[in-house]
């Protein structure tokens, strides 16, 4: 059995061979004497042409084998004529497999992205999820192989955690406690001691906090697995369970972390690329017709590094009339940062140095005492994609700021003790996965870019 | 700032030149003129040797410098006369970034794996925990590499799920209603209409069904994800969360479905034995001196392949006393499964077609009617590691079954669309991720091999 991948990748070794393939059939069209299937195998964009004669003793059954039937052909491989393909299968045995009725939910037309959500396992056979899903793969690989490439140690973050990474933030609860019948302790409170793990503990929200003690023992390391908000957030950009990448590097500062952020979005992009060449054809034609160009624009220029001071400068002296008021202090919303990326600098833009008072308490606080060492990446048609910052690695600051945000320092004590035991310099950043994805592919919802996606009042599958 | 590991690796480029490096101290010993420091950065198992003499305007304070402190040093790499190494660093400055006091709880004597689990964010940085995390990760990469280079697609199953793979097994609930006051319905009970999915979720037990639906649109996938298991039980080889990897492939068969898992895991092997030789070497000689045997073995053999009623009669055969008694139809429990791997065959053995009432719904029956076509695999020294079926393809057979078993089947009408439309025979397989890192580093114990485990009772950090 040959998957039609290969045939399109070295056709040369199988043309006037004969070869079996499987597939299903994405379309089929016979006429008196004659007919054509179009079959797919799942492996390539394209599907492979078959050409059925009526020399094939089941020729009248093969005219009404229905589209996803699945098949199996054997045949001879030949140049082709005229048409789209130099090459297609005549077909000498064609076998059914397993029919697909007429009930099937994918019938030859189009479908809105709102039905396919509901036909979430059958619409990665449909062609714009087929190259979704395939150039999701490609970009998980990508990632692993840019920061394995560089020696990073690969850390899987712990999924069910009893700590908060950002202090805040809705969570999902885990437990094993019968909800009909919880056990309350004498204060009537719930008892968790009866929990499986014998406290509270919740679905992971970021696992930078445990990266940074790997870090502080390999050099280099990155995180890549699932993280969950609890946000009753009904957006094209919000999932309760999404992917997250996490590098974290020891004797770094904001610098390195820009360089490492800027190669590795230029590299997924060039993998992408150059893997999957149709998929990104095909994008570009029916999803986004600027997006080649635009990914072309993020490989090939060197990306912005401007402070906030100097965003909010040029935001003040813009000629637009944005919606949030602009301001020195302000967290920076969308249309802002589309404004600088896209119309100021037509390019991604590293902005850096925020104040502090809208970032998180982790971040290296700067000798101006007013802005933290923080950076947010912001691309052209999207706005933030990374964010990321040099960690605070003093200890008598990170205490203070920990305290005045009255958060539980005992619970904290083991990620003070990495500022205890030879500290230092170290930094990192976080790439939602899911929206690399949408990125790269043009898709604009996020429920399209995940295999099963969950949001608020939907977990099917 | 020169990495370690490329100090290691390209010696010759920085031989006779002046480098700058940073790490932690493992080791520091002065005498009255002259002091050595062993140094890592974490990227490589082994650690520079950095002799520093009174030459140095700090030389009285670098002597007291303590285990785990944080140094950046400037120097010149030379040929070392003598010693384990052949070269080491002559410092023109070292500069104390981070401070380790004497509280620092992993002070240079043999610590138990028990202590060192109270302290999973240190235990990294001692050498047992720095070679296995970095073979983890080692693993973790080939598995995608040997994936990828062979056309399957990386596909991300859903994490919360409203279903359960497996028709048992003890779940974790996903939720966000309030534990001290559950809202109730009508009836009295969990009213989960109020709860984020508006129904009842748990952790995913097996991503395999999901899989199955993926497979079937792209011929060859593969999950690598994390699943949960609520199991009390407190044994070296559970952990209520772990990573797992389930390939599932269209139009493979069980024969088909071994060939991958043989190639799968010798692949890996051979990957970490080329990637991680002094972590191996290590391992052999501090963790288990047949490990290097032991996988030889695994990579240079063709692995065996028995019935189940072949590995029944060679354990009723065979002459020894076995706490569980032998019988077909039963379970093979450990004890069996090492016999046959190791005294038998003394390599990893496939065993197939199991008697279907001890394996899951989803497998195909076999002609026999009695069996089902699922394979496990053996290995010496741990038993199974691998087990996985060919698929029931045929709807009316897989609905009986499901019936049967009283299975919700409108829940899993998705599952059996899949055999509705365009149907075939595919197969796939499980690999606990943990286990494998535990066969391949010799680690006794799966809370030594994960970063942060989850057990009972255990969800710290």
Chains 1, 2 share one sequence.
């Not at 850096?352 to 802005?371: G, S």
């Not at 910052?389 to 600051?397: A, T």
Request: glycine share 6%; net charge negative; aromatic share 12%.
């Amino acid at each position: 059995m040959i998957s039609i991948r290969e045939i399109f990748k070295n056709t040369e070794n199988y043309i006037d061979k004969e070869i079996e393939i499987c597939g299903w059939i994405k379309t089929n069209r016979g006429s008196k004497n004659f007919g054509f299937i179009e079959l797919t195998d799942g492996t390539n964009f394209n599907s492979l042409q078959v050409v059925y004669g009526k020399e094939l003793g089941n020729f009248s059954e093969i005219e009404k084998y229905t589209l996803s039937s699945s098949l199996i052909i054997k045949g001879k491989l030949v140049e082709s004529p005229g048409a789209n393909q130099s090459f297609e299968l005549q077909a000498k045995e064609i076998k059914l497999i397993g029919a697909a009725d007429n009930t099937y939910p994918l019938q030859k037309k189009r479908h809105t992205m709102e039905y396919l959500r509901t036909v979430s396992h059958l619409r990665p056979r449909t062609n714009t999820f087929n190259a979704v899903f395939r150039v999701r793969s490609l970009i998980a690989y990508a990632i692993h192989k840019f920061f394995q490439e560089r020696g990073f140690v690969y850390f899987h973050a712990p999924i069910i955690t009893a700590s908060d990474a950002e202090g805040a933030g809705e969570m999902f609860q885990v437990t094993t406690l019968p909800l009909e019948d919880i056990p309350k302790n004498d204060e009537g409170k719930v008892d968790y001691k009866k929990d499986f793990f014998g406290k509270e503990t919740n679905l992971t929200v970021s696992g930078q906090l445990e990266d940074e003690a790997f870090a502080l023992a390999f050099g280099n390391v990155y995180t890549f697995g699932p993280t969950f908000r609890a946000e009753n957030s009904n957006t094209p950009r919000h999932a309760a369970e999404f992917w997250m990448i996490e590098p974290e590097m020891a004797f770094a500062d904001l610098n390195v972390n820009m360089d490492v952020a800027e190669a590795m979005l230029k590299y997924i992009i060039r993998y992408v690329l150059e893997n999957a060449k149709e998929e990104m054809k095909f994008f570009n034609k029916f999803i986004d017709k600027d997006l080649l160009a635009r990914l072309d624009n993020v490989v090939s220029n060197e990306f912005e590094r401007i402070t906030y001071t100097q965003a909010i400068e040029i935001l003040e002296k813009a000629n637009k009339d944005f919606k949030f008021p602009v301001k020195w202090g302000i967290d920076l919303q969308t249309e802002h940062e589309r404004y600088i990326t896209e119309e100021v600098f037509k390019k991604p833009v590293f902005v850096t140095n925020y104040p502090k008072e809208i970032k998180a308490f982790y971040m290296t606080e700067n000798d101006d005492k007013k802005t933290v060492a923080a950076m947010d990446l912001l691309v052209p048609g999207v706005g933030e994609i990374i964010g990321g910052s040099q960690r605070e690695h003093r200890i008598d600051i990170l205490e203070k700021k920990m305290k005045d945000l009255n958060m539980n320092m005992d619970e904290y004590d083991w990620y003070l003790d990495l500022r205890r035991f030879g500290t230092c310099i170290h930094s990192g950043y976080g790439l939602g996965f899911e929206r690399a994805v949408m990125y790269i592919t043009g898709m604009k919802n996020i429920r399209d870019v995940i295999p099963f996606p969950r949001t608020v009042g939907n977990a099917n599958y």
